[in-house]
Nanobody
Framework: QVQLVESGGGLVQPGGSLRLSCAAS????????MGWYRQAPGKQRELVAR???????RYADSVKGRFTISRDNAKNTVYLQMNSLKFEDTAVYYC?????????????WGQGTQVTVSS
């Protein structure tokens, strides 16, 4: 079983920055994709950004130019650097990872970390 543990959320003013981290643990053979999703109150969960093991990235249009996703394959960790934060970035941010253990494929979610942008 693969577990994801997120950290780095919090309260920030508009225009500020935060950095989220998510570390995967377990009997991991390979992680193909790691990503960040978010869910605001009353809204569906949406993709924020994701990155493959080879470093290819994909971003939601709403965060392009402001957020940067990166990963450390040796540490099975993914990061999300969030700059120029806006009120509308307020949400619970969830880490996601898809890959393979020694026995089977997996798709895991973290418990979520709250990001609140407020003045």
């Amino acid at each position: 079983q693969v577990q994801l543990v997120e950290s780095g959320g919090g309260l920030v003013q508009p225009g500020g920055s935060l950095r989220l981290s998510c570390a995967a643990s377990g009997t991991i053979f390979s992680i193909y994709i790691m990503g960040w999703y978010r869910q605001a109150p009353g809204k569906q969960r949406e993709l924020v950004a994701r990155i493959t093991s080879g470093g290819s990235t994909r971003y939601a249009d709403s965060v392009k130019g402001r957020f940067t996703i990166s990963r450390d394959n040796a540490k099975n960790t993914v990061y999300l650097q969030m700059n120029s934060l806006k009120f509308e970035d307020t949400a619970v941010y969830y880490c996601n990872a898809e890959g393979r253990t020694l026995q089977t494929d997996f798709a895991s979610w973290g418990q979520g970390t709250q990001v609140t942008v407020s003045s």
